[in-house]
């Protein structure tokens, strides 16, 4: 690892994280704040006028304590949605655009491996998203001690930041291995904003069920194992094959760095 | 001994766009030149020499190693200035520098001040606001910083003012002087006759020539442009068979002379011109049959 170019990464990122950190936070903050299980009830009945709607960005069932209200109205499409374009951002900053514009030269031009170089990106947006997640699981956690002391299942909330932690390197492996490969800009965001995002609309279609529900089997977004954790079924299936899925990504994505052509 | 060794590399872009069957190299301590217009595979090839791409077939090796596998450590002794200067645009040039310095190891920061007043660069202020010259004298800082002694230029000089292309030369001297091995890539005749030992022309991907600059300055010739008061005494002069006349025209006779000019001049004197004019063929004419021939391999 690369100390002085971590910490740049880390500085270079830093009002975007904290640009979607509170953009994060204030959607947070809201949901908890509106926790009232008699207004579930009423948005249960905004489920019957607007089925559809409601289902596709995964709003759907009635929420009997705060933890399956936060899940219903936050992890089926903000905490997927957003820290998706914080990854899809970093992976352009700190891989894509140094190969697109041609600073990485200056990177190349130092006595540092390619694979340090990049095994060094791929820290920083590690570190970044983790910390991106973590901040906002202590804001969930603060926020509804204060606002309802007791009523969150703090375990099992913290067990949902870390499969939503996980999902994202998945993301953030396809989001690698796009600006690994494509020698412009505009290629990896065909590819490396392009593929994530098509799993997300697929996702947000299966949720709308019927016969659509079989598009779940072709979405990463099916291994946030969200209601298992929820009810306390096992997930440690799930979980395994997300780490399993990002590191061979990460690998995938370094291995291809290291031996590519530059024309830089 | 030889520093940088370039046998039979191959890169193939298609559509005749690459590098074909290229071979040379460059001494220990030489500054080798690297000519040819643009779009000739100057970059490219020095791209090779960087380890930023592998060669479709033959080898580029620095020191005996292979650029492409060994770069991290054939980096420790070279400096590197891009022909497309792309910094770190959200960065200020002090801490660029700064940055810079971190990744090379550099710790002496004397080297840095003294090259900042030699080029006389502030480089407060952010990159994104900077000229072209200003970019391109804060990437000649970091190409020599770590005091390289293997330096590898590519169009070092553009954007650079006159005066400071001629404090640019200056320093490349300098390195030479201290036993540096460099490869300067430029199609500016000027720069490359001040500072070259050998030069490479390289068209269409591949390489025309290479000439020994001390042996080229030989082969330079001069015209003299003789005037005589009138168009007879101009007349009476070419008539001697044993001067290298090239036309005479009124009453100027134009002589193209190659080697020492004392018989020749004897023979100008004896006739009593009113004047007498000298002028030395450029590296840039003697060169320029080598870019406009189609030059079969």
């Keep these: 690892m690369i100390i002085p170019l971590l910490k740049h990464n880390l500085s270079s990122a830093i009002k975007t994280f904290f640009l979607l950190f509170a953009?994060?936070?204030?959607?947070?903050?809201?949901?908890?704040?509106?926790?009232?299980?008699?207004?579930?009830?009423?948005?249960?009945?905004?489920?019957?006028?607007?089925?559809?709607?409601?289902?596709?960005v995964g709003m759907t069932g009635i929420a009997s304590n705060l933890l399956e209200w936060i899940q219903i109205y936050l992890y089926g499409f903000i905490m997927e949605l957003f820290p998706m374009i914080f990854v899809i951002v970093l992976g352009n900053r700190l891989i894509m655009s140094h190969i697109d514009t041609g600073s990485m030269a200056n990177l190349l031009s130092t006595p540092h491996s390619r694979f340090r170089i990049i095994f060094t990106q791929l820290i920083s947006s590690i570190m970044l998203i983790t910390c991106l997640l973590s901040a906002v699981t202590a804001v969930g956690i603060i926020s509804s001690h204060i606002l309802f002391p007791g009523e969150l299942d703090i375990t099992r909330y913290i067990q949902l930041n870390v499969s939503t932690l996980l999902l994202q390197l998945i993301i953030l492996g396809i989001v690698c291995?796009?600006?690994?490969?494509?020698?412009?800009?505009?290629?990896?965001?065909?590819?490396?904003?392009?593929?994530?995002?098509?799993?997300?609309?697929?996702?947000?279609?299966?949720?709308?069920?019927?016969?659509?529900?079989?598009?779940?089997?072709?979405?990463?977004?099916?291994?946030?194992?969200?209601?298992?954790?929820?009810?306390?079924?096992?997930?440690?299936?799930?979980?395994?094959?997300?780490?399993?899925?990002?590191?061979?990504?990460?690998?995938?994505?370094?291995?291809?760095?290291?031996?590519?052509?530059?024309?830089? | 001994m030889k520093t940088i060794e370039v046998h039979h590399l191959t890169k193939d872009y298609g559509n005749k766009k690459g590098i074909f069957d290229l071979n040379f190299s460059v001494q220990k301590g030489e500054v080798f030149g690297f000519l040819g217009p643009n779009g000739a595979g100057k970059t490219t090839t020095i791209r090779h020499l960087m380890g930023f791409i592998r060669p479709d077939s033959g080898t580029v090796t620095i020191n005996g190693m292979d650029?492409?596998?060994?770069?991290?450590?054939?980096?420790?002794?070279?400096?590197?200035?891009?022909?497309?200067?792309?910094?770190?645009?959200?960065?200020?040039?002090?801490?660029?520098?700064?940055?810079?310095?971190?990744?090379?190891?550099?710790?002496?920061?004397?080297?840095?001040?003294?090259?900042?007043?030699?080029?006389?660069?502030?480089?407060?202020?952010?990159?994104?606001?900077?000229?072209?010259?200003?970019?391109?004298?804060?990437?000649?800082?970091?190409?020599?910083?770590?005091?390289?002694?293997?330096?590898?230029?590519?169009?070092?000089?553009?954007?650079?003012?006159?005066?400071?292309?001629?404090?640019?030369?200056e320093l490349i001297l300098q390195a030479k002087k201290n036993g540096a091995t460099i490869l300067l890539s430029s199609h500016i005749f000027e720069e490359v006759e001040k500072s070259c030992d050998r030069t490479a022309i390289i068209r269409n991907g591949r390489l025309v020539t290479i000439e020994n600059m001390n042996s080229l300055a030989q082969k330079k010739k001069k015209t003299y442009t003789v005037t005589f008061a009138d168009q007879q005494a101009a007349q009476k002069f070419a008539l001697d068979p044993s001067l290298p006349i090239q036309k005479v025209s009124n009453n100027q006779v134009l002589l193209s002379v190659n080697g020492a000019p004392g018989e020749i001049l004897q023979k100008i004197g004896a006739c009593h011109p009113v004047d007498m004019d000298i002028k030395t063929q450029t590296l840039e004419e003697l060169f320029l049959h080598y870019y406009d021939e189609e030059v079969t391999p």
Excluded at chain 2, 106 to 128: A, W
Aim: hydrophobic residues 45%; proline residues 4%.
């Design chain 2, 67 to 169: 650029c492409f596998s060994q770069h991290a450590r054939l980096q420790q002794t070279l400096g590197y200035l891009p022909g497309e200067i792309a910094l770190f645009n959200d960065m200020t040039g002090t801490s660029y520098l700064k940055f810079m310095a971190d990744l090379k190891r550099v710790k002496d920061q004397t080297r840095i001040k003294k090259l900042m007043d030699y080029f006389e660069l502030n480089p407060k202020g952010p990159i994104r606001k900077m000229s072209k010259g200003m970019k391109q004298k804060l990437a000649i800082i970091c190409t020599f910083m770590s005091d390289p002694n293997i330096i590898i230029l590519d169009e070092p000089t553009s954007g650079l003012d006159p005066l400071m292309q001629n404090r640019f030369i």
């Design chain 1, 177 to 264: 291995l796009a600006a690994c490969v494509c020698n412009e800009a505009r290629y990896y965001y065909t590819f490396g904003a392009g593929i994530p995002i098509i799993f997300f609309l697929l996702q947000m279609l299966s949720n709308m069920g019927e016969k659509l529900e079989k598009l779940k089997y072709v979405t990463i977004y099916t291994l946030l194992p969200a209601k298992e954790i929820i009810h306390g079924e096992s997930y440690w299936i799930y979980n395994l094959s997300m780490i399993l899925l990002a590191l061979a990504l990460f690998s995938f994505s370094i291995f291809w760095f290291d031996r590519r052509d530059l024309s830089i």
């Design chain 1, 23 to 56: 953009l994060i936070c204030l959607y947070t903050i809201t949901i908890i704040y509106m926790y009232n299980p008699e207004l579930s009830d009423m948005l249960s009945g905004y489920q019957d006028v607007l089925p559809g709607m409601m289902s596709a």
